[in-house]
């Protein structure tokens, strides 16, 4: 069920029509995306998130209703990314945060291959996948026969 006429706000709940244009989107493409759509209860949600919307007048204003609306998934894997934080990664202002993948071999065939999160420029992108590929092909020369690829510190990012 896309949003229909039920998850329309309750007319009680002041909310300018471009800050309710902004919600409305944002939760459309949760209930289109979202990992468990088919197990949400969606009228609850809807509920909820519009009431902590009251007094919204500009799309910003509705951004904690959103970051809320994403915390009831409980997916551990939606996350709303604010503009200027979007701004700072492609502009390449958060790239120095990053860390480069890193491997060797452990024993003599068993590779160990360490994949920490990345969430960067385009530019420094470019870089992380190089990085991993040329340790990939170095490590692939010596013959493992088998892999070990660590992703403890990976809590996701940029694909």
């Given at each position: 069920?896309?949003?229909?006429q039920q998850t329309i706000p309750d007319p009680l709940?002041?909310?300018?029509?471009?800050?309710s244009t902004?919600?409305?989107?944002?939760?459309?493409i949760l209930q289109t995306h979202s990992l468990h759509r088919a197990t949400i209860?969606?009228?609850?949600?809807?509920?909820?998130t519009w009431s902590r919307a009251q007094g919204a007048?500009?799309?910003?204003?509705t951004y904690p209703a959103i970051e809320f609306a994403l915390s009831l998934l409980d997916?551990?894997?939606s996350f709303f990314q604010r503009p200027e934080n979007v701004q700072a990664i492609e502009s390449g202002a958060q790239d120095s945060r990053n860390?480069?993948?890193?491997g060797w071999l452990l024993t003599p065939g068993i590779a160990y291959l360490q994949v920490p999160d990345f969430s960067?420029?385009?530019?420094?992108?470019?870089?992380?996948?190089?990085?991993?590929?040329?340790?990939?092909?170095?490590?692939?020369?010596t013959g493992p026969v088998g892999w070990i690829v660590d992703l403890t510190e990976n809590t996701g990012g940029s694909m």
């Amino acid at each position: 069920m896309l949003m229909n006429q039920q998850t329309i706000p309750d007319p009680l709940v002041a909310i300018s029509s471009t800050a309710s244009t902004y919600l409305q989107a944002a939760l459309t493409i949760l209930q289109t995306h979202s990992l468990h759509r088919a197990t949400i209860d969606w009228p609850a949600l809807f509920a909820a998130t519009w009431s902590r919307a009251q007094g919204a007048k500009e799309p910003c204003d509705t951004y904690p209703a959103i970051e809320f609306a994403l915390s009831l998934l409980d997916d551990g894997h939606s996350f709303f990314q604010r503009p200027e934080n979007v701004q700072a990664i492609e502009s390449g202002a958060q790239d120095s945060r990053n860390r480069l993948p890193t491997g060797w071999l452990l024993t003599p065939g068993i590779a160990y291959l360490q994949v920490p999160d990345f969430s960067g420029s385009p530019a420094a992108a470019t870089v992380y996948a190089r990085t991993l590929q040329q340790i990939i092909g170095e490590i692939d020369a010596t013959g493992p026969v088998g892999w070990i690829v660590d992703l403890t510190e990976n809590t996701g990012g940029s694909m």
